[in-house]
């Protein structure tokens, strides 16, 4: 909506809020099914909810891997696949197949609630969560929402649920639901809010903010795709998948089918999530520094993620030699599954992801922070503002 006028803006209803009238762009729904209008958690947004017809195409992985029948098969394909000299990742993978289809792929485009920032707002801010989260990560609670943060700075932002969770459609966990086809369709979404067909608005500036898994899709997407994004955030992250099976056999995954039949009973059993409330306090959040209302929160919204997934994790995290604009680097002290609970031992561990993953990014333009008294959710910890802040001052700062 960077050239969006008031006369495009046509009543669904006045709203107040702190004394403020409120008129909804009448194009906001524009691209959604089933579009829903809705207050951010502090107020500081107006957003719609929906679900975008997406279309992708992606080469994947065959995987000679049958479903799981039972929790025990589904557990010693994990302890099969990390342990000692294992090699059941490469005996796994039998070639590519070709996997295309328009998904619905649902989420909360948002756009920030003062007028003379509405008028005016040029970038959108595409969020991808990580694996075991949804869309909410991003608008946990006022004081704990990234799109508070963004909107008032002047900022849209469009949280979607990835392929295989919430609101999008949830395919074949084995073979489609892999990170080559969600690749694609962030590549296919960063191109749908270029053209305008979203929301009524022709962004002039797109950025993309990834979160843990999140982030290593976006640095996906910027290896095949580098002229998609103006700006990039990662956050939650840093260049090394190292700790990463420590982390996914704390998670203790388990099939969502049967341990949340009331919300997953129906899913095949190749979808999975984090066992209990311990799964997920352990890799991801650091005591005493959250609210432990915040915590259940996120436990309470713990989602899907695939075994496709699992197999597929660190095949597109590959350097982005294309890319030129800058990048953010953002990642608590105490992350665990990049930075195994200390991200300056033994030195600044977000330094080396310019030089791994970047090595044409604007150096000058670009920044990291380890956000202290931190973990992994970086949004669900006290600090959250705290990377909020930084992030915002990094778009800024490169004229965004």
């Known amino acids: 909506m960077n050239a969006l006028s008031f006369s495009r803006l046509c009543c669904i209803g006045w709203f107040g809020f702190l004394g403020i009238a409120l008129a ?30 997406v279309t992708a195409s992606a080469t994947n992985a065959i995987l000679d891997l049958t479903s799981p029948t039972t929790q025990f098969n589904a557990t010693e394909i994990f302890q ?3 342990e000692a ?14 996997v295309q289809g328009t998904y619905g792929i649902g ?26 989260l949804e869309k909410s990560y991003w608008d946990i609670a006022p004081g704990y929402s990234y799109v508070d943060a963004a909107a008032t700075a002047g900022y849209a932002t469009f949280a979607y649920d990835r392929l295989g969770v919430g609101q999008s459609d949830r395919p074949d966990p084995i073979q489609d639901v892999q990170a080559f086809l969600e690749v694609e369709v962030l590549h296919s979404l960063a191109q749908m809010f270029r053209a305008g067909s979203v929301g009524g608005y022709k962004f002039t500036n797109i950025i993309g903010v990834g979160h843990s898994f999140g982030s290593i899709l976006q640095v996906g997407t910027d290896s095949k795709y580098p002229k998609d994004f103006d700006g990039v955030v990662l956050t939650a992250f840093t260049a090394t998948l190292t700790n990463l099976p420590y982390t996914i056999l704390a998670n ?71 890319y030129t604009g800058p990048v953010d680097v953002v990642t608590g002290q105490f992350d665990y599954p990049f930075c195994l609970g200390n991200c300056s031992f033994p030195d600044n561990q977000l330094a080396k992801v310019m030089p791994a993953l970047y090595p044409a990014a604007n150096r000058a333009k670009s920044d990291m922070f380890i956000v202290p008294e931190n973990g992994h959710y970086i949004n669900a910890h006290r600090t959250a503002g705290q990377s909020f802040d930084q992030i915002n001052r990094f778009l800024q700062n490169n004229g965004f």
Request: glycine fraction near 12%; include cysteine.
């Open 24 to 53: 909804a762009p009448a194009s906001l729904k524009q691209g959604f099914r089933h579009g829903t209008i809705f207050y951010s958690a502090g107020k500081k947004a107006l957003c719609v909810n929906g679900v975008l017809p």
């Open 80 to 82: 099969e696949l990390f």
């Open 252 to 322: 203790d995954p388990s099939i969502a089918a049967l341990n949340q039949p009331a919300r997953f009973g129906g899913l095949p059993y190749g979808y999975l999530v984090h066992n209990d409330a311990i799964a997920i306090q352990e890799p991801f959040f650091r005591y005493p520094f959250f609210d432990p209302a915040i915590f259940q929160n996120q436990v309470d919204r713990k989602n899907t993620y695939t075994f496709g997934e699992e197999f597929t994790i660190g095949a597109v995290l590959k350097p982005a030699a294309g």
């Open 107 to 132: 989420g909360n485009l948002c756009v920030p609630i003062e007028h003379g920032k509405v008028r005016t707002v040029k970038t959108v801010e595409i969020l991808t969560h990580g694996v075991g």
């Open 85 to 98: 000299g294992s090699t059941i990742a490469q005996r796994a993978q039998k070639g590519t197949r070709t």
